[in-house]
């Protein structure tokens, strides 16, 4: 089977700054990376490791330092800008001048690549922008003018303007950062089903960990000496590089669920019996209580029972049987036990 053409690709692309005449800022690079047709790729990485850059560079908004960046296979220095916005809609986090536009004007901004700017709307490109707006949810404030939003209404409109532009390929730098949680859940499942339902190749940018981890097909992960991984998510995960590119002081990934907890691992030895939603929250609190959980035998061991839909706590220390009822009663208890037992780290 051969391998489908992308719809984008770096070739030895070096990221970065001319500083001077002689004198350039090497950002990230040489990355030799692609976006597929349909895919919904993230791009993480800690401040400052160069996501907006590469976001820029991809747009042809900066140029490279070396390399190239093909769009269909065209070298994105030699294409016209006109022909550029045709393929490739670009989202940045700069607050937009709109002057006095309405969203629905806005918006429709985004359809001018394809009629030019005096071309009339079509009816095709009437459909575009209303269902650019409906995507969104942003069609209830289409008469309002731009300037009167909320950051994260502002936000959602620009994406809208870049769905009306209908390119094969998205770049979004951070556009979930001014949303609530459930605008941020809604745009991410979006993004994704508009990656598969339109065979566009969606490229954002994020510090939405967790997120991006469930609805990425692939993740670039940029670290802070500028090399880029890029991996289906759950294999980084597994191979350890998401704690290696976000590694800080204090910042510990935890594999089991994808996140990084603000605890450092506790010294405490425990063994935590049990499954499902409850073991996963009352590892939670025993790590926040200071223990390091174990698979091995250990002095204190906490057995999780269900019975008649009501769970109990059984924690057995030094010959010592008890029930609780509650993770507070669980805790409690455990504050009175005397140390057993300490991990060697
Ligand atoms: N115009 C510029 N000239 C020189 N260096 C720059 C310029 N803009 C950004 N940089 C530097 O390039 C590096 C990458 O910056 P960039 O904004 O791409 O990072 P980022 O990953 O998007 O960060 P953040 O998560 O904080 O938004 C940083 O060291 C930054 O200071």
């Known amino acids: 089977m051969t391998a489908p053409t992308p719809l984008l690709e770096m070739q030895a692309l070096v990221i970065g700054y001319k500083l001077g005449r002689a004198e350039r800022k090497r950002v990230a690079g040489p990355l030799n ?72 004007e806005l918006v429709t901004l985004g359809r001018y690549p394809h009629t030019g700017w005096l071309g009339n709307l079509t009816a095709h490109d009437q459909a575009i922008v209303r269902e650019a707006l409906a995507a969104t949810n942003t069609a209830q404030f289409a008469t309002r003018r731009v300037a009167t939003l909320s950051d994260g209404e502002r936000q959602k409109v620009m994406l809208a303007r870049a769905l009306a532009q209908d390119t094969p390929v998205v770049l979004l730098d951070e556009p979930t950062a001014h949303l609530d949680l459930p605008n941020r859940v809604q745009l991410m499942r979006l993004l994704h089903q508009l990656a598969r339902q339109t065979q566009k190749a969606i490229l954002l940018s994020t510090h939405e960990l967790d997120l991006a ?133």
């Not at 093909?70 to 220095?77: F, G, K, L, P, Y």
């Not at 910042?251 to 996963?280: C, N």
């Open 33 to 104: 990376l692609a976006l597929q047709a349909g895919e919904l790729v993230c791009l993480l990485g800690p401040n400052g490791a160069g996501k907006s850059t590469l976001m820029r560079t991809l747009a042809g908004l900066q140029p490279p330092l070396s390399g190239q960046v093909q769009i269909e296979q065209i070298d994105t220095q030699h294409i016209s800008a006109a022909e550029l916005a045709r393929k490739l809609s670009i989202v940045l986090t700069d607050r937009v001048e709109a002057g006095n536009l309405t969203v629905q």
């Open 213 to 345: 981890l469930q609805a990425a097909d692939r993740v670039w992960l940029l670290h802070d000496e500028g090399q880029l991984h890029a991996g289906v998510p759950e294999d980084l995960v597994l191979s350890g590089t998401f704690e290696v590119a976000f590694a800080r002081e204090g910042l510990v990934f935890d594999q089991a669920t994808g996140t990084f907890t603000i605890h450092k691992p506790g010294t405490r030895l425990v063994r935590l019996d049990g499954s499902g939603p409850l073991a996963f929250w009352t590892r939670r609190a025993l790590q926040r209580e200071g223990f390091m959980l174990t698979d091995d035998e250990a002095p204190l061991r906490v057995e999780l029972r269900e019975q008649n839909s009501a769970s109990q706590w059984v924690s057995h220390v030094a010959g010592q049987i008890q029930s609780h009822h509650s993770i507070a009663d669980l805790l409690t208890y455990l504050r009175t036990v005397p140390d057993l037992g300490q991990a060697q780290l």
